[in-house]
């Protein structure tokens, strides 16, 4: 199989692609309950891409990437709730973070967690 990236070929194998794009292994991760969990990276990026492809990381999850300072909650499109968002979406416009509570109640515990934490870290909470 091509990769899309680099035309580079992996002769099929998924798994050699994706280990060597998305680095699947190797994510460090702290459970705080038996539905909650904080994944640590080291870039915004990786954590995006990560949401996206491992099945370890569940909606609502805390995403923590303390080199760029930002915090952020797992999703399809996950989501700063710090103002340092990276490569993380920010609170679209208009939007309030009782929104996001309403749309999708996996989010609840993993943001009032994600929001103490940027608190007692003292980094800028984005609006909402």
């Known amino acids: ?4 990236l680099d035309g580079e070929s992996y002769e099929g194998d998924i798994n050699a692609w994706k280990a060597d794009n998305f680095e699947l292994d190797g994510v460090k991760t702290k459970a705080l309950s038996d539905t909650l969990n904080i994944h640590y990276f080291t870039s915004s990026g990786r954590a995006y891409n990560e949401c996206q492809c491992n099945e370890a990381i569940k909606t609502g999850d805390i995403l923590m990437i303390s080199d760029e300072k930002v915090i952020g909650l797992a999703d399809a499109w ?14 679209a416009e208009g939007s309030t973070w009782d929104d996001i509570r309403e749309y999708d109640a996996k989010v609840v515990n993993g943001l009032a967690v994600a929001t103490m934490m940027a608190e007692l870290l003292e980094w800028e909470l984005a609006r909402g």
Do not use: Q
Request: proline fraction near 17%.
């Open 1 to 4: 199989m091509p990769n899309p």
């Open 78 to 91: 996950p989501v700063a709730v710090t103002k340092a968002h990276g490569d993380l979406h920010d609170l």
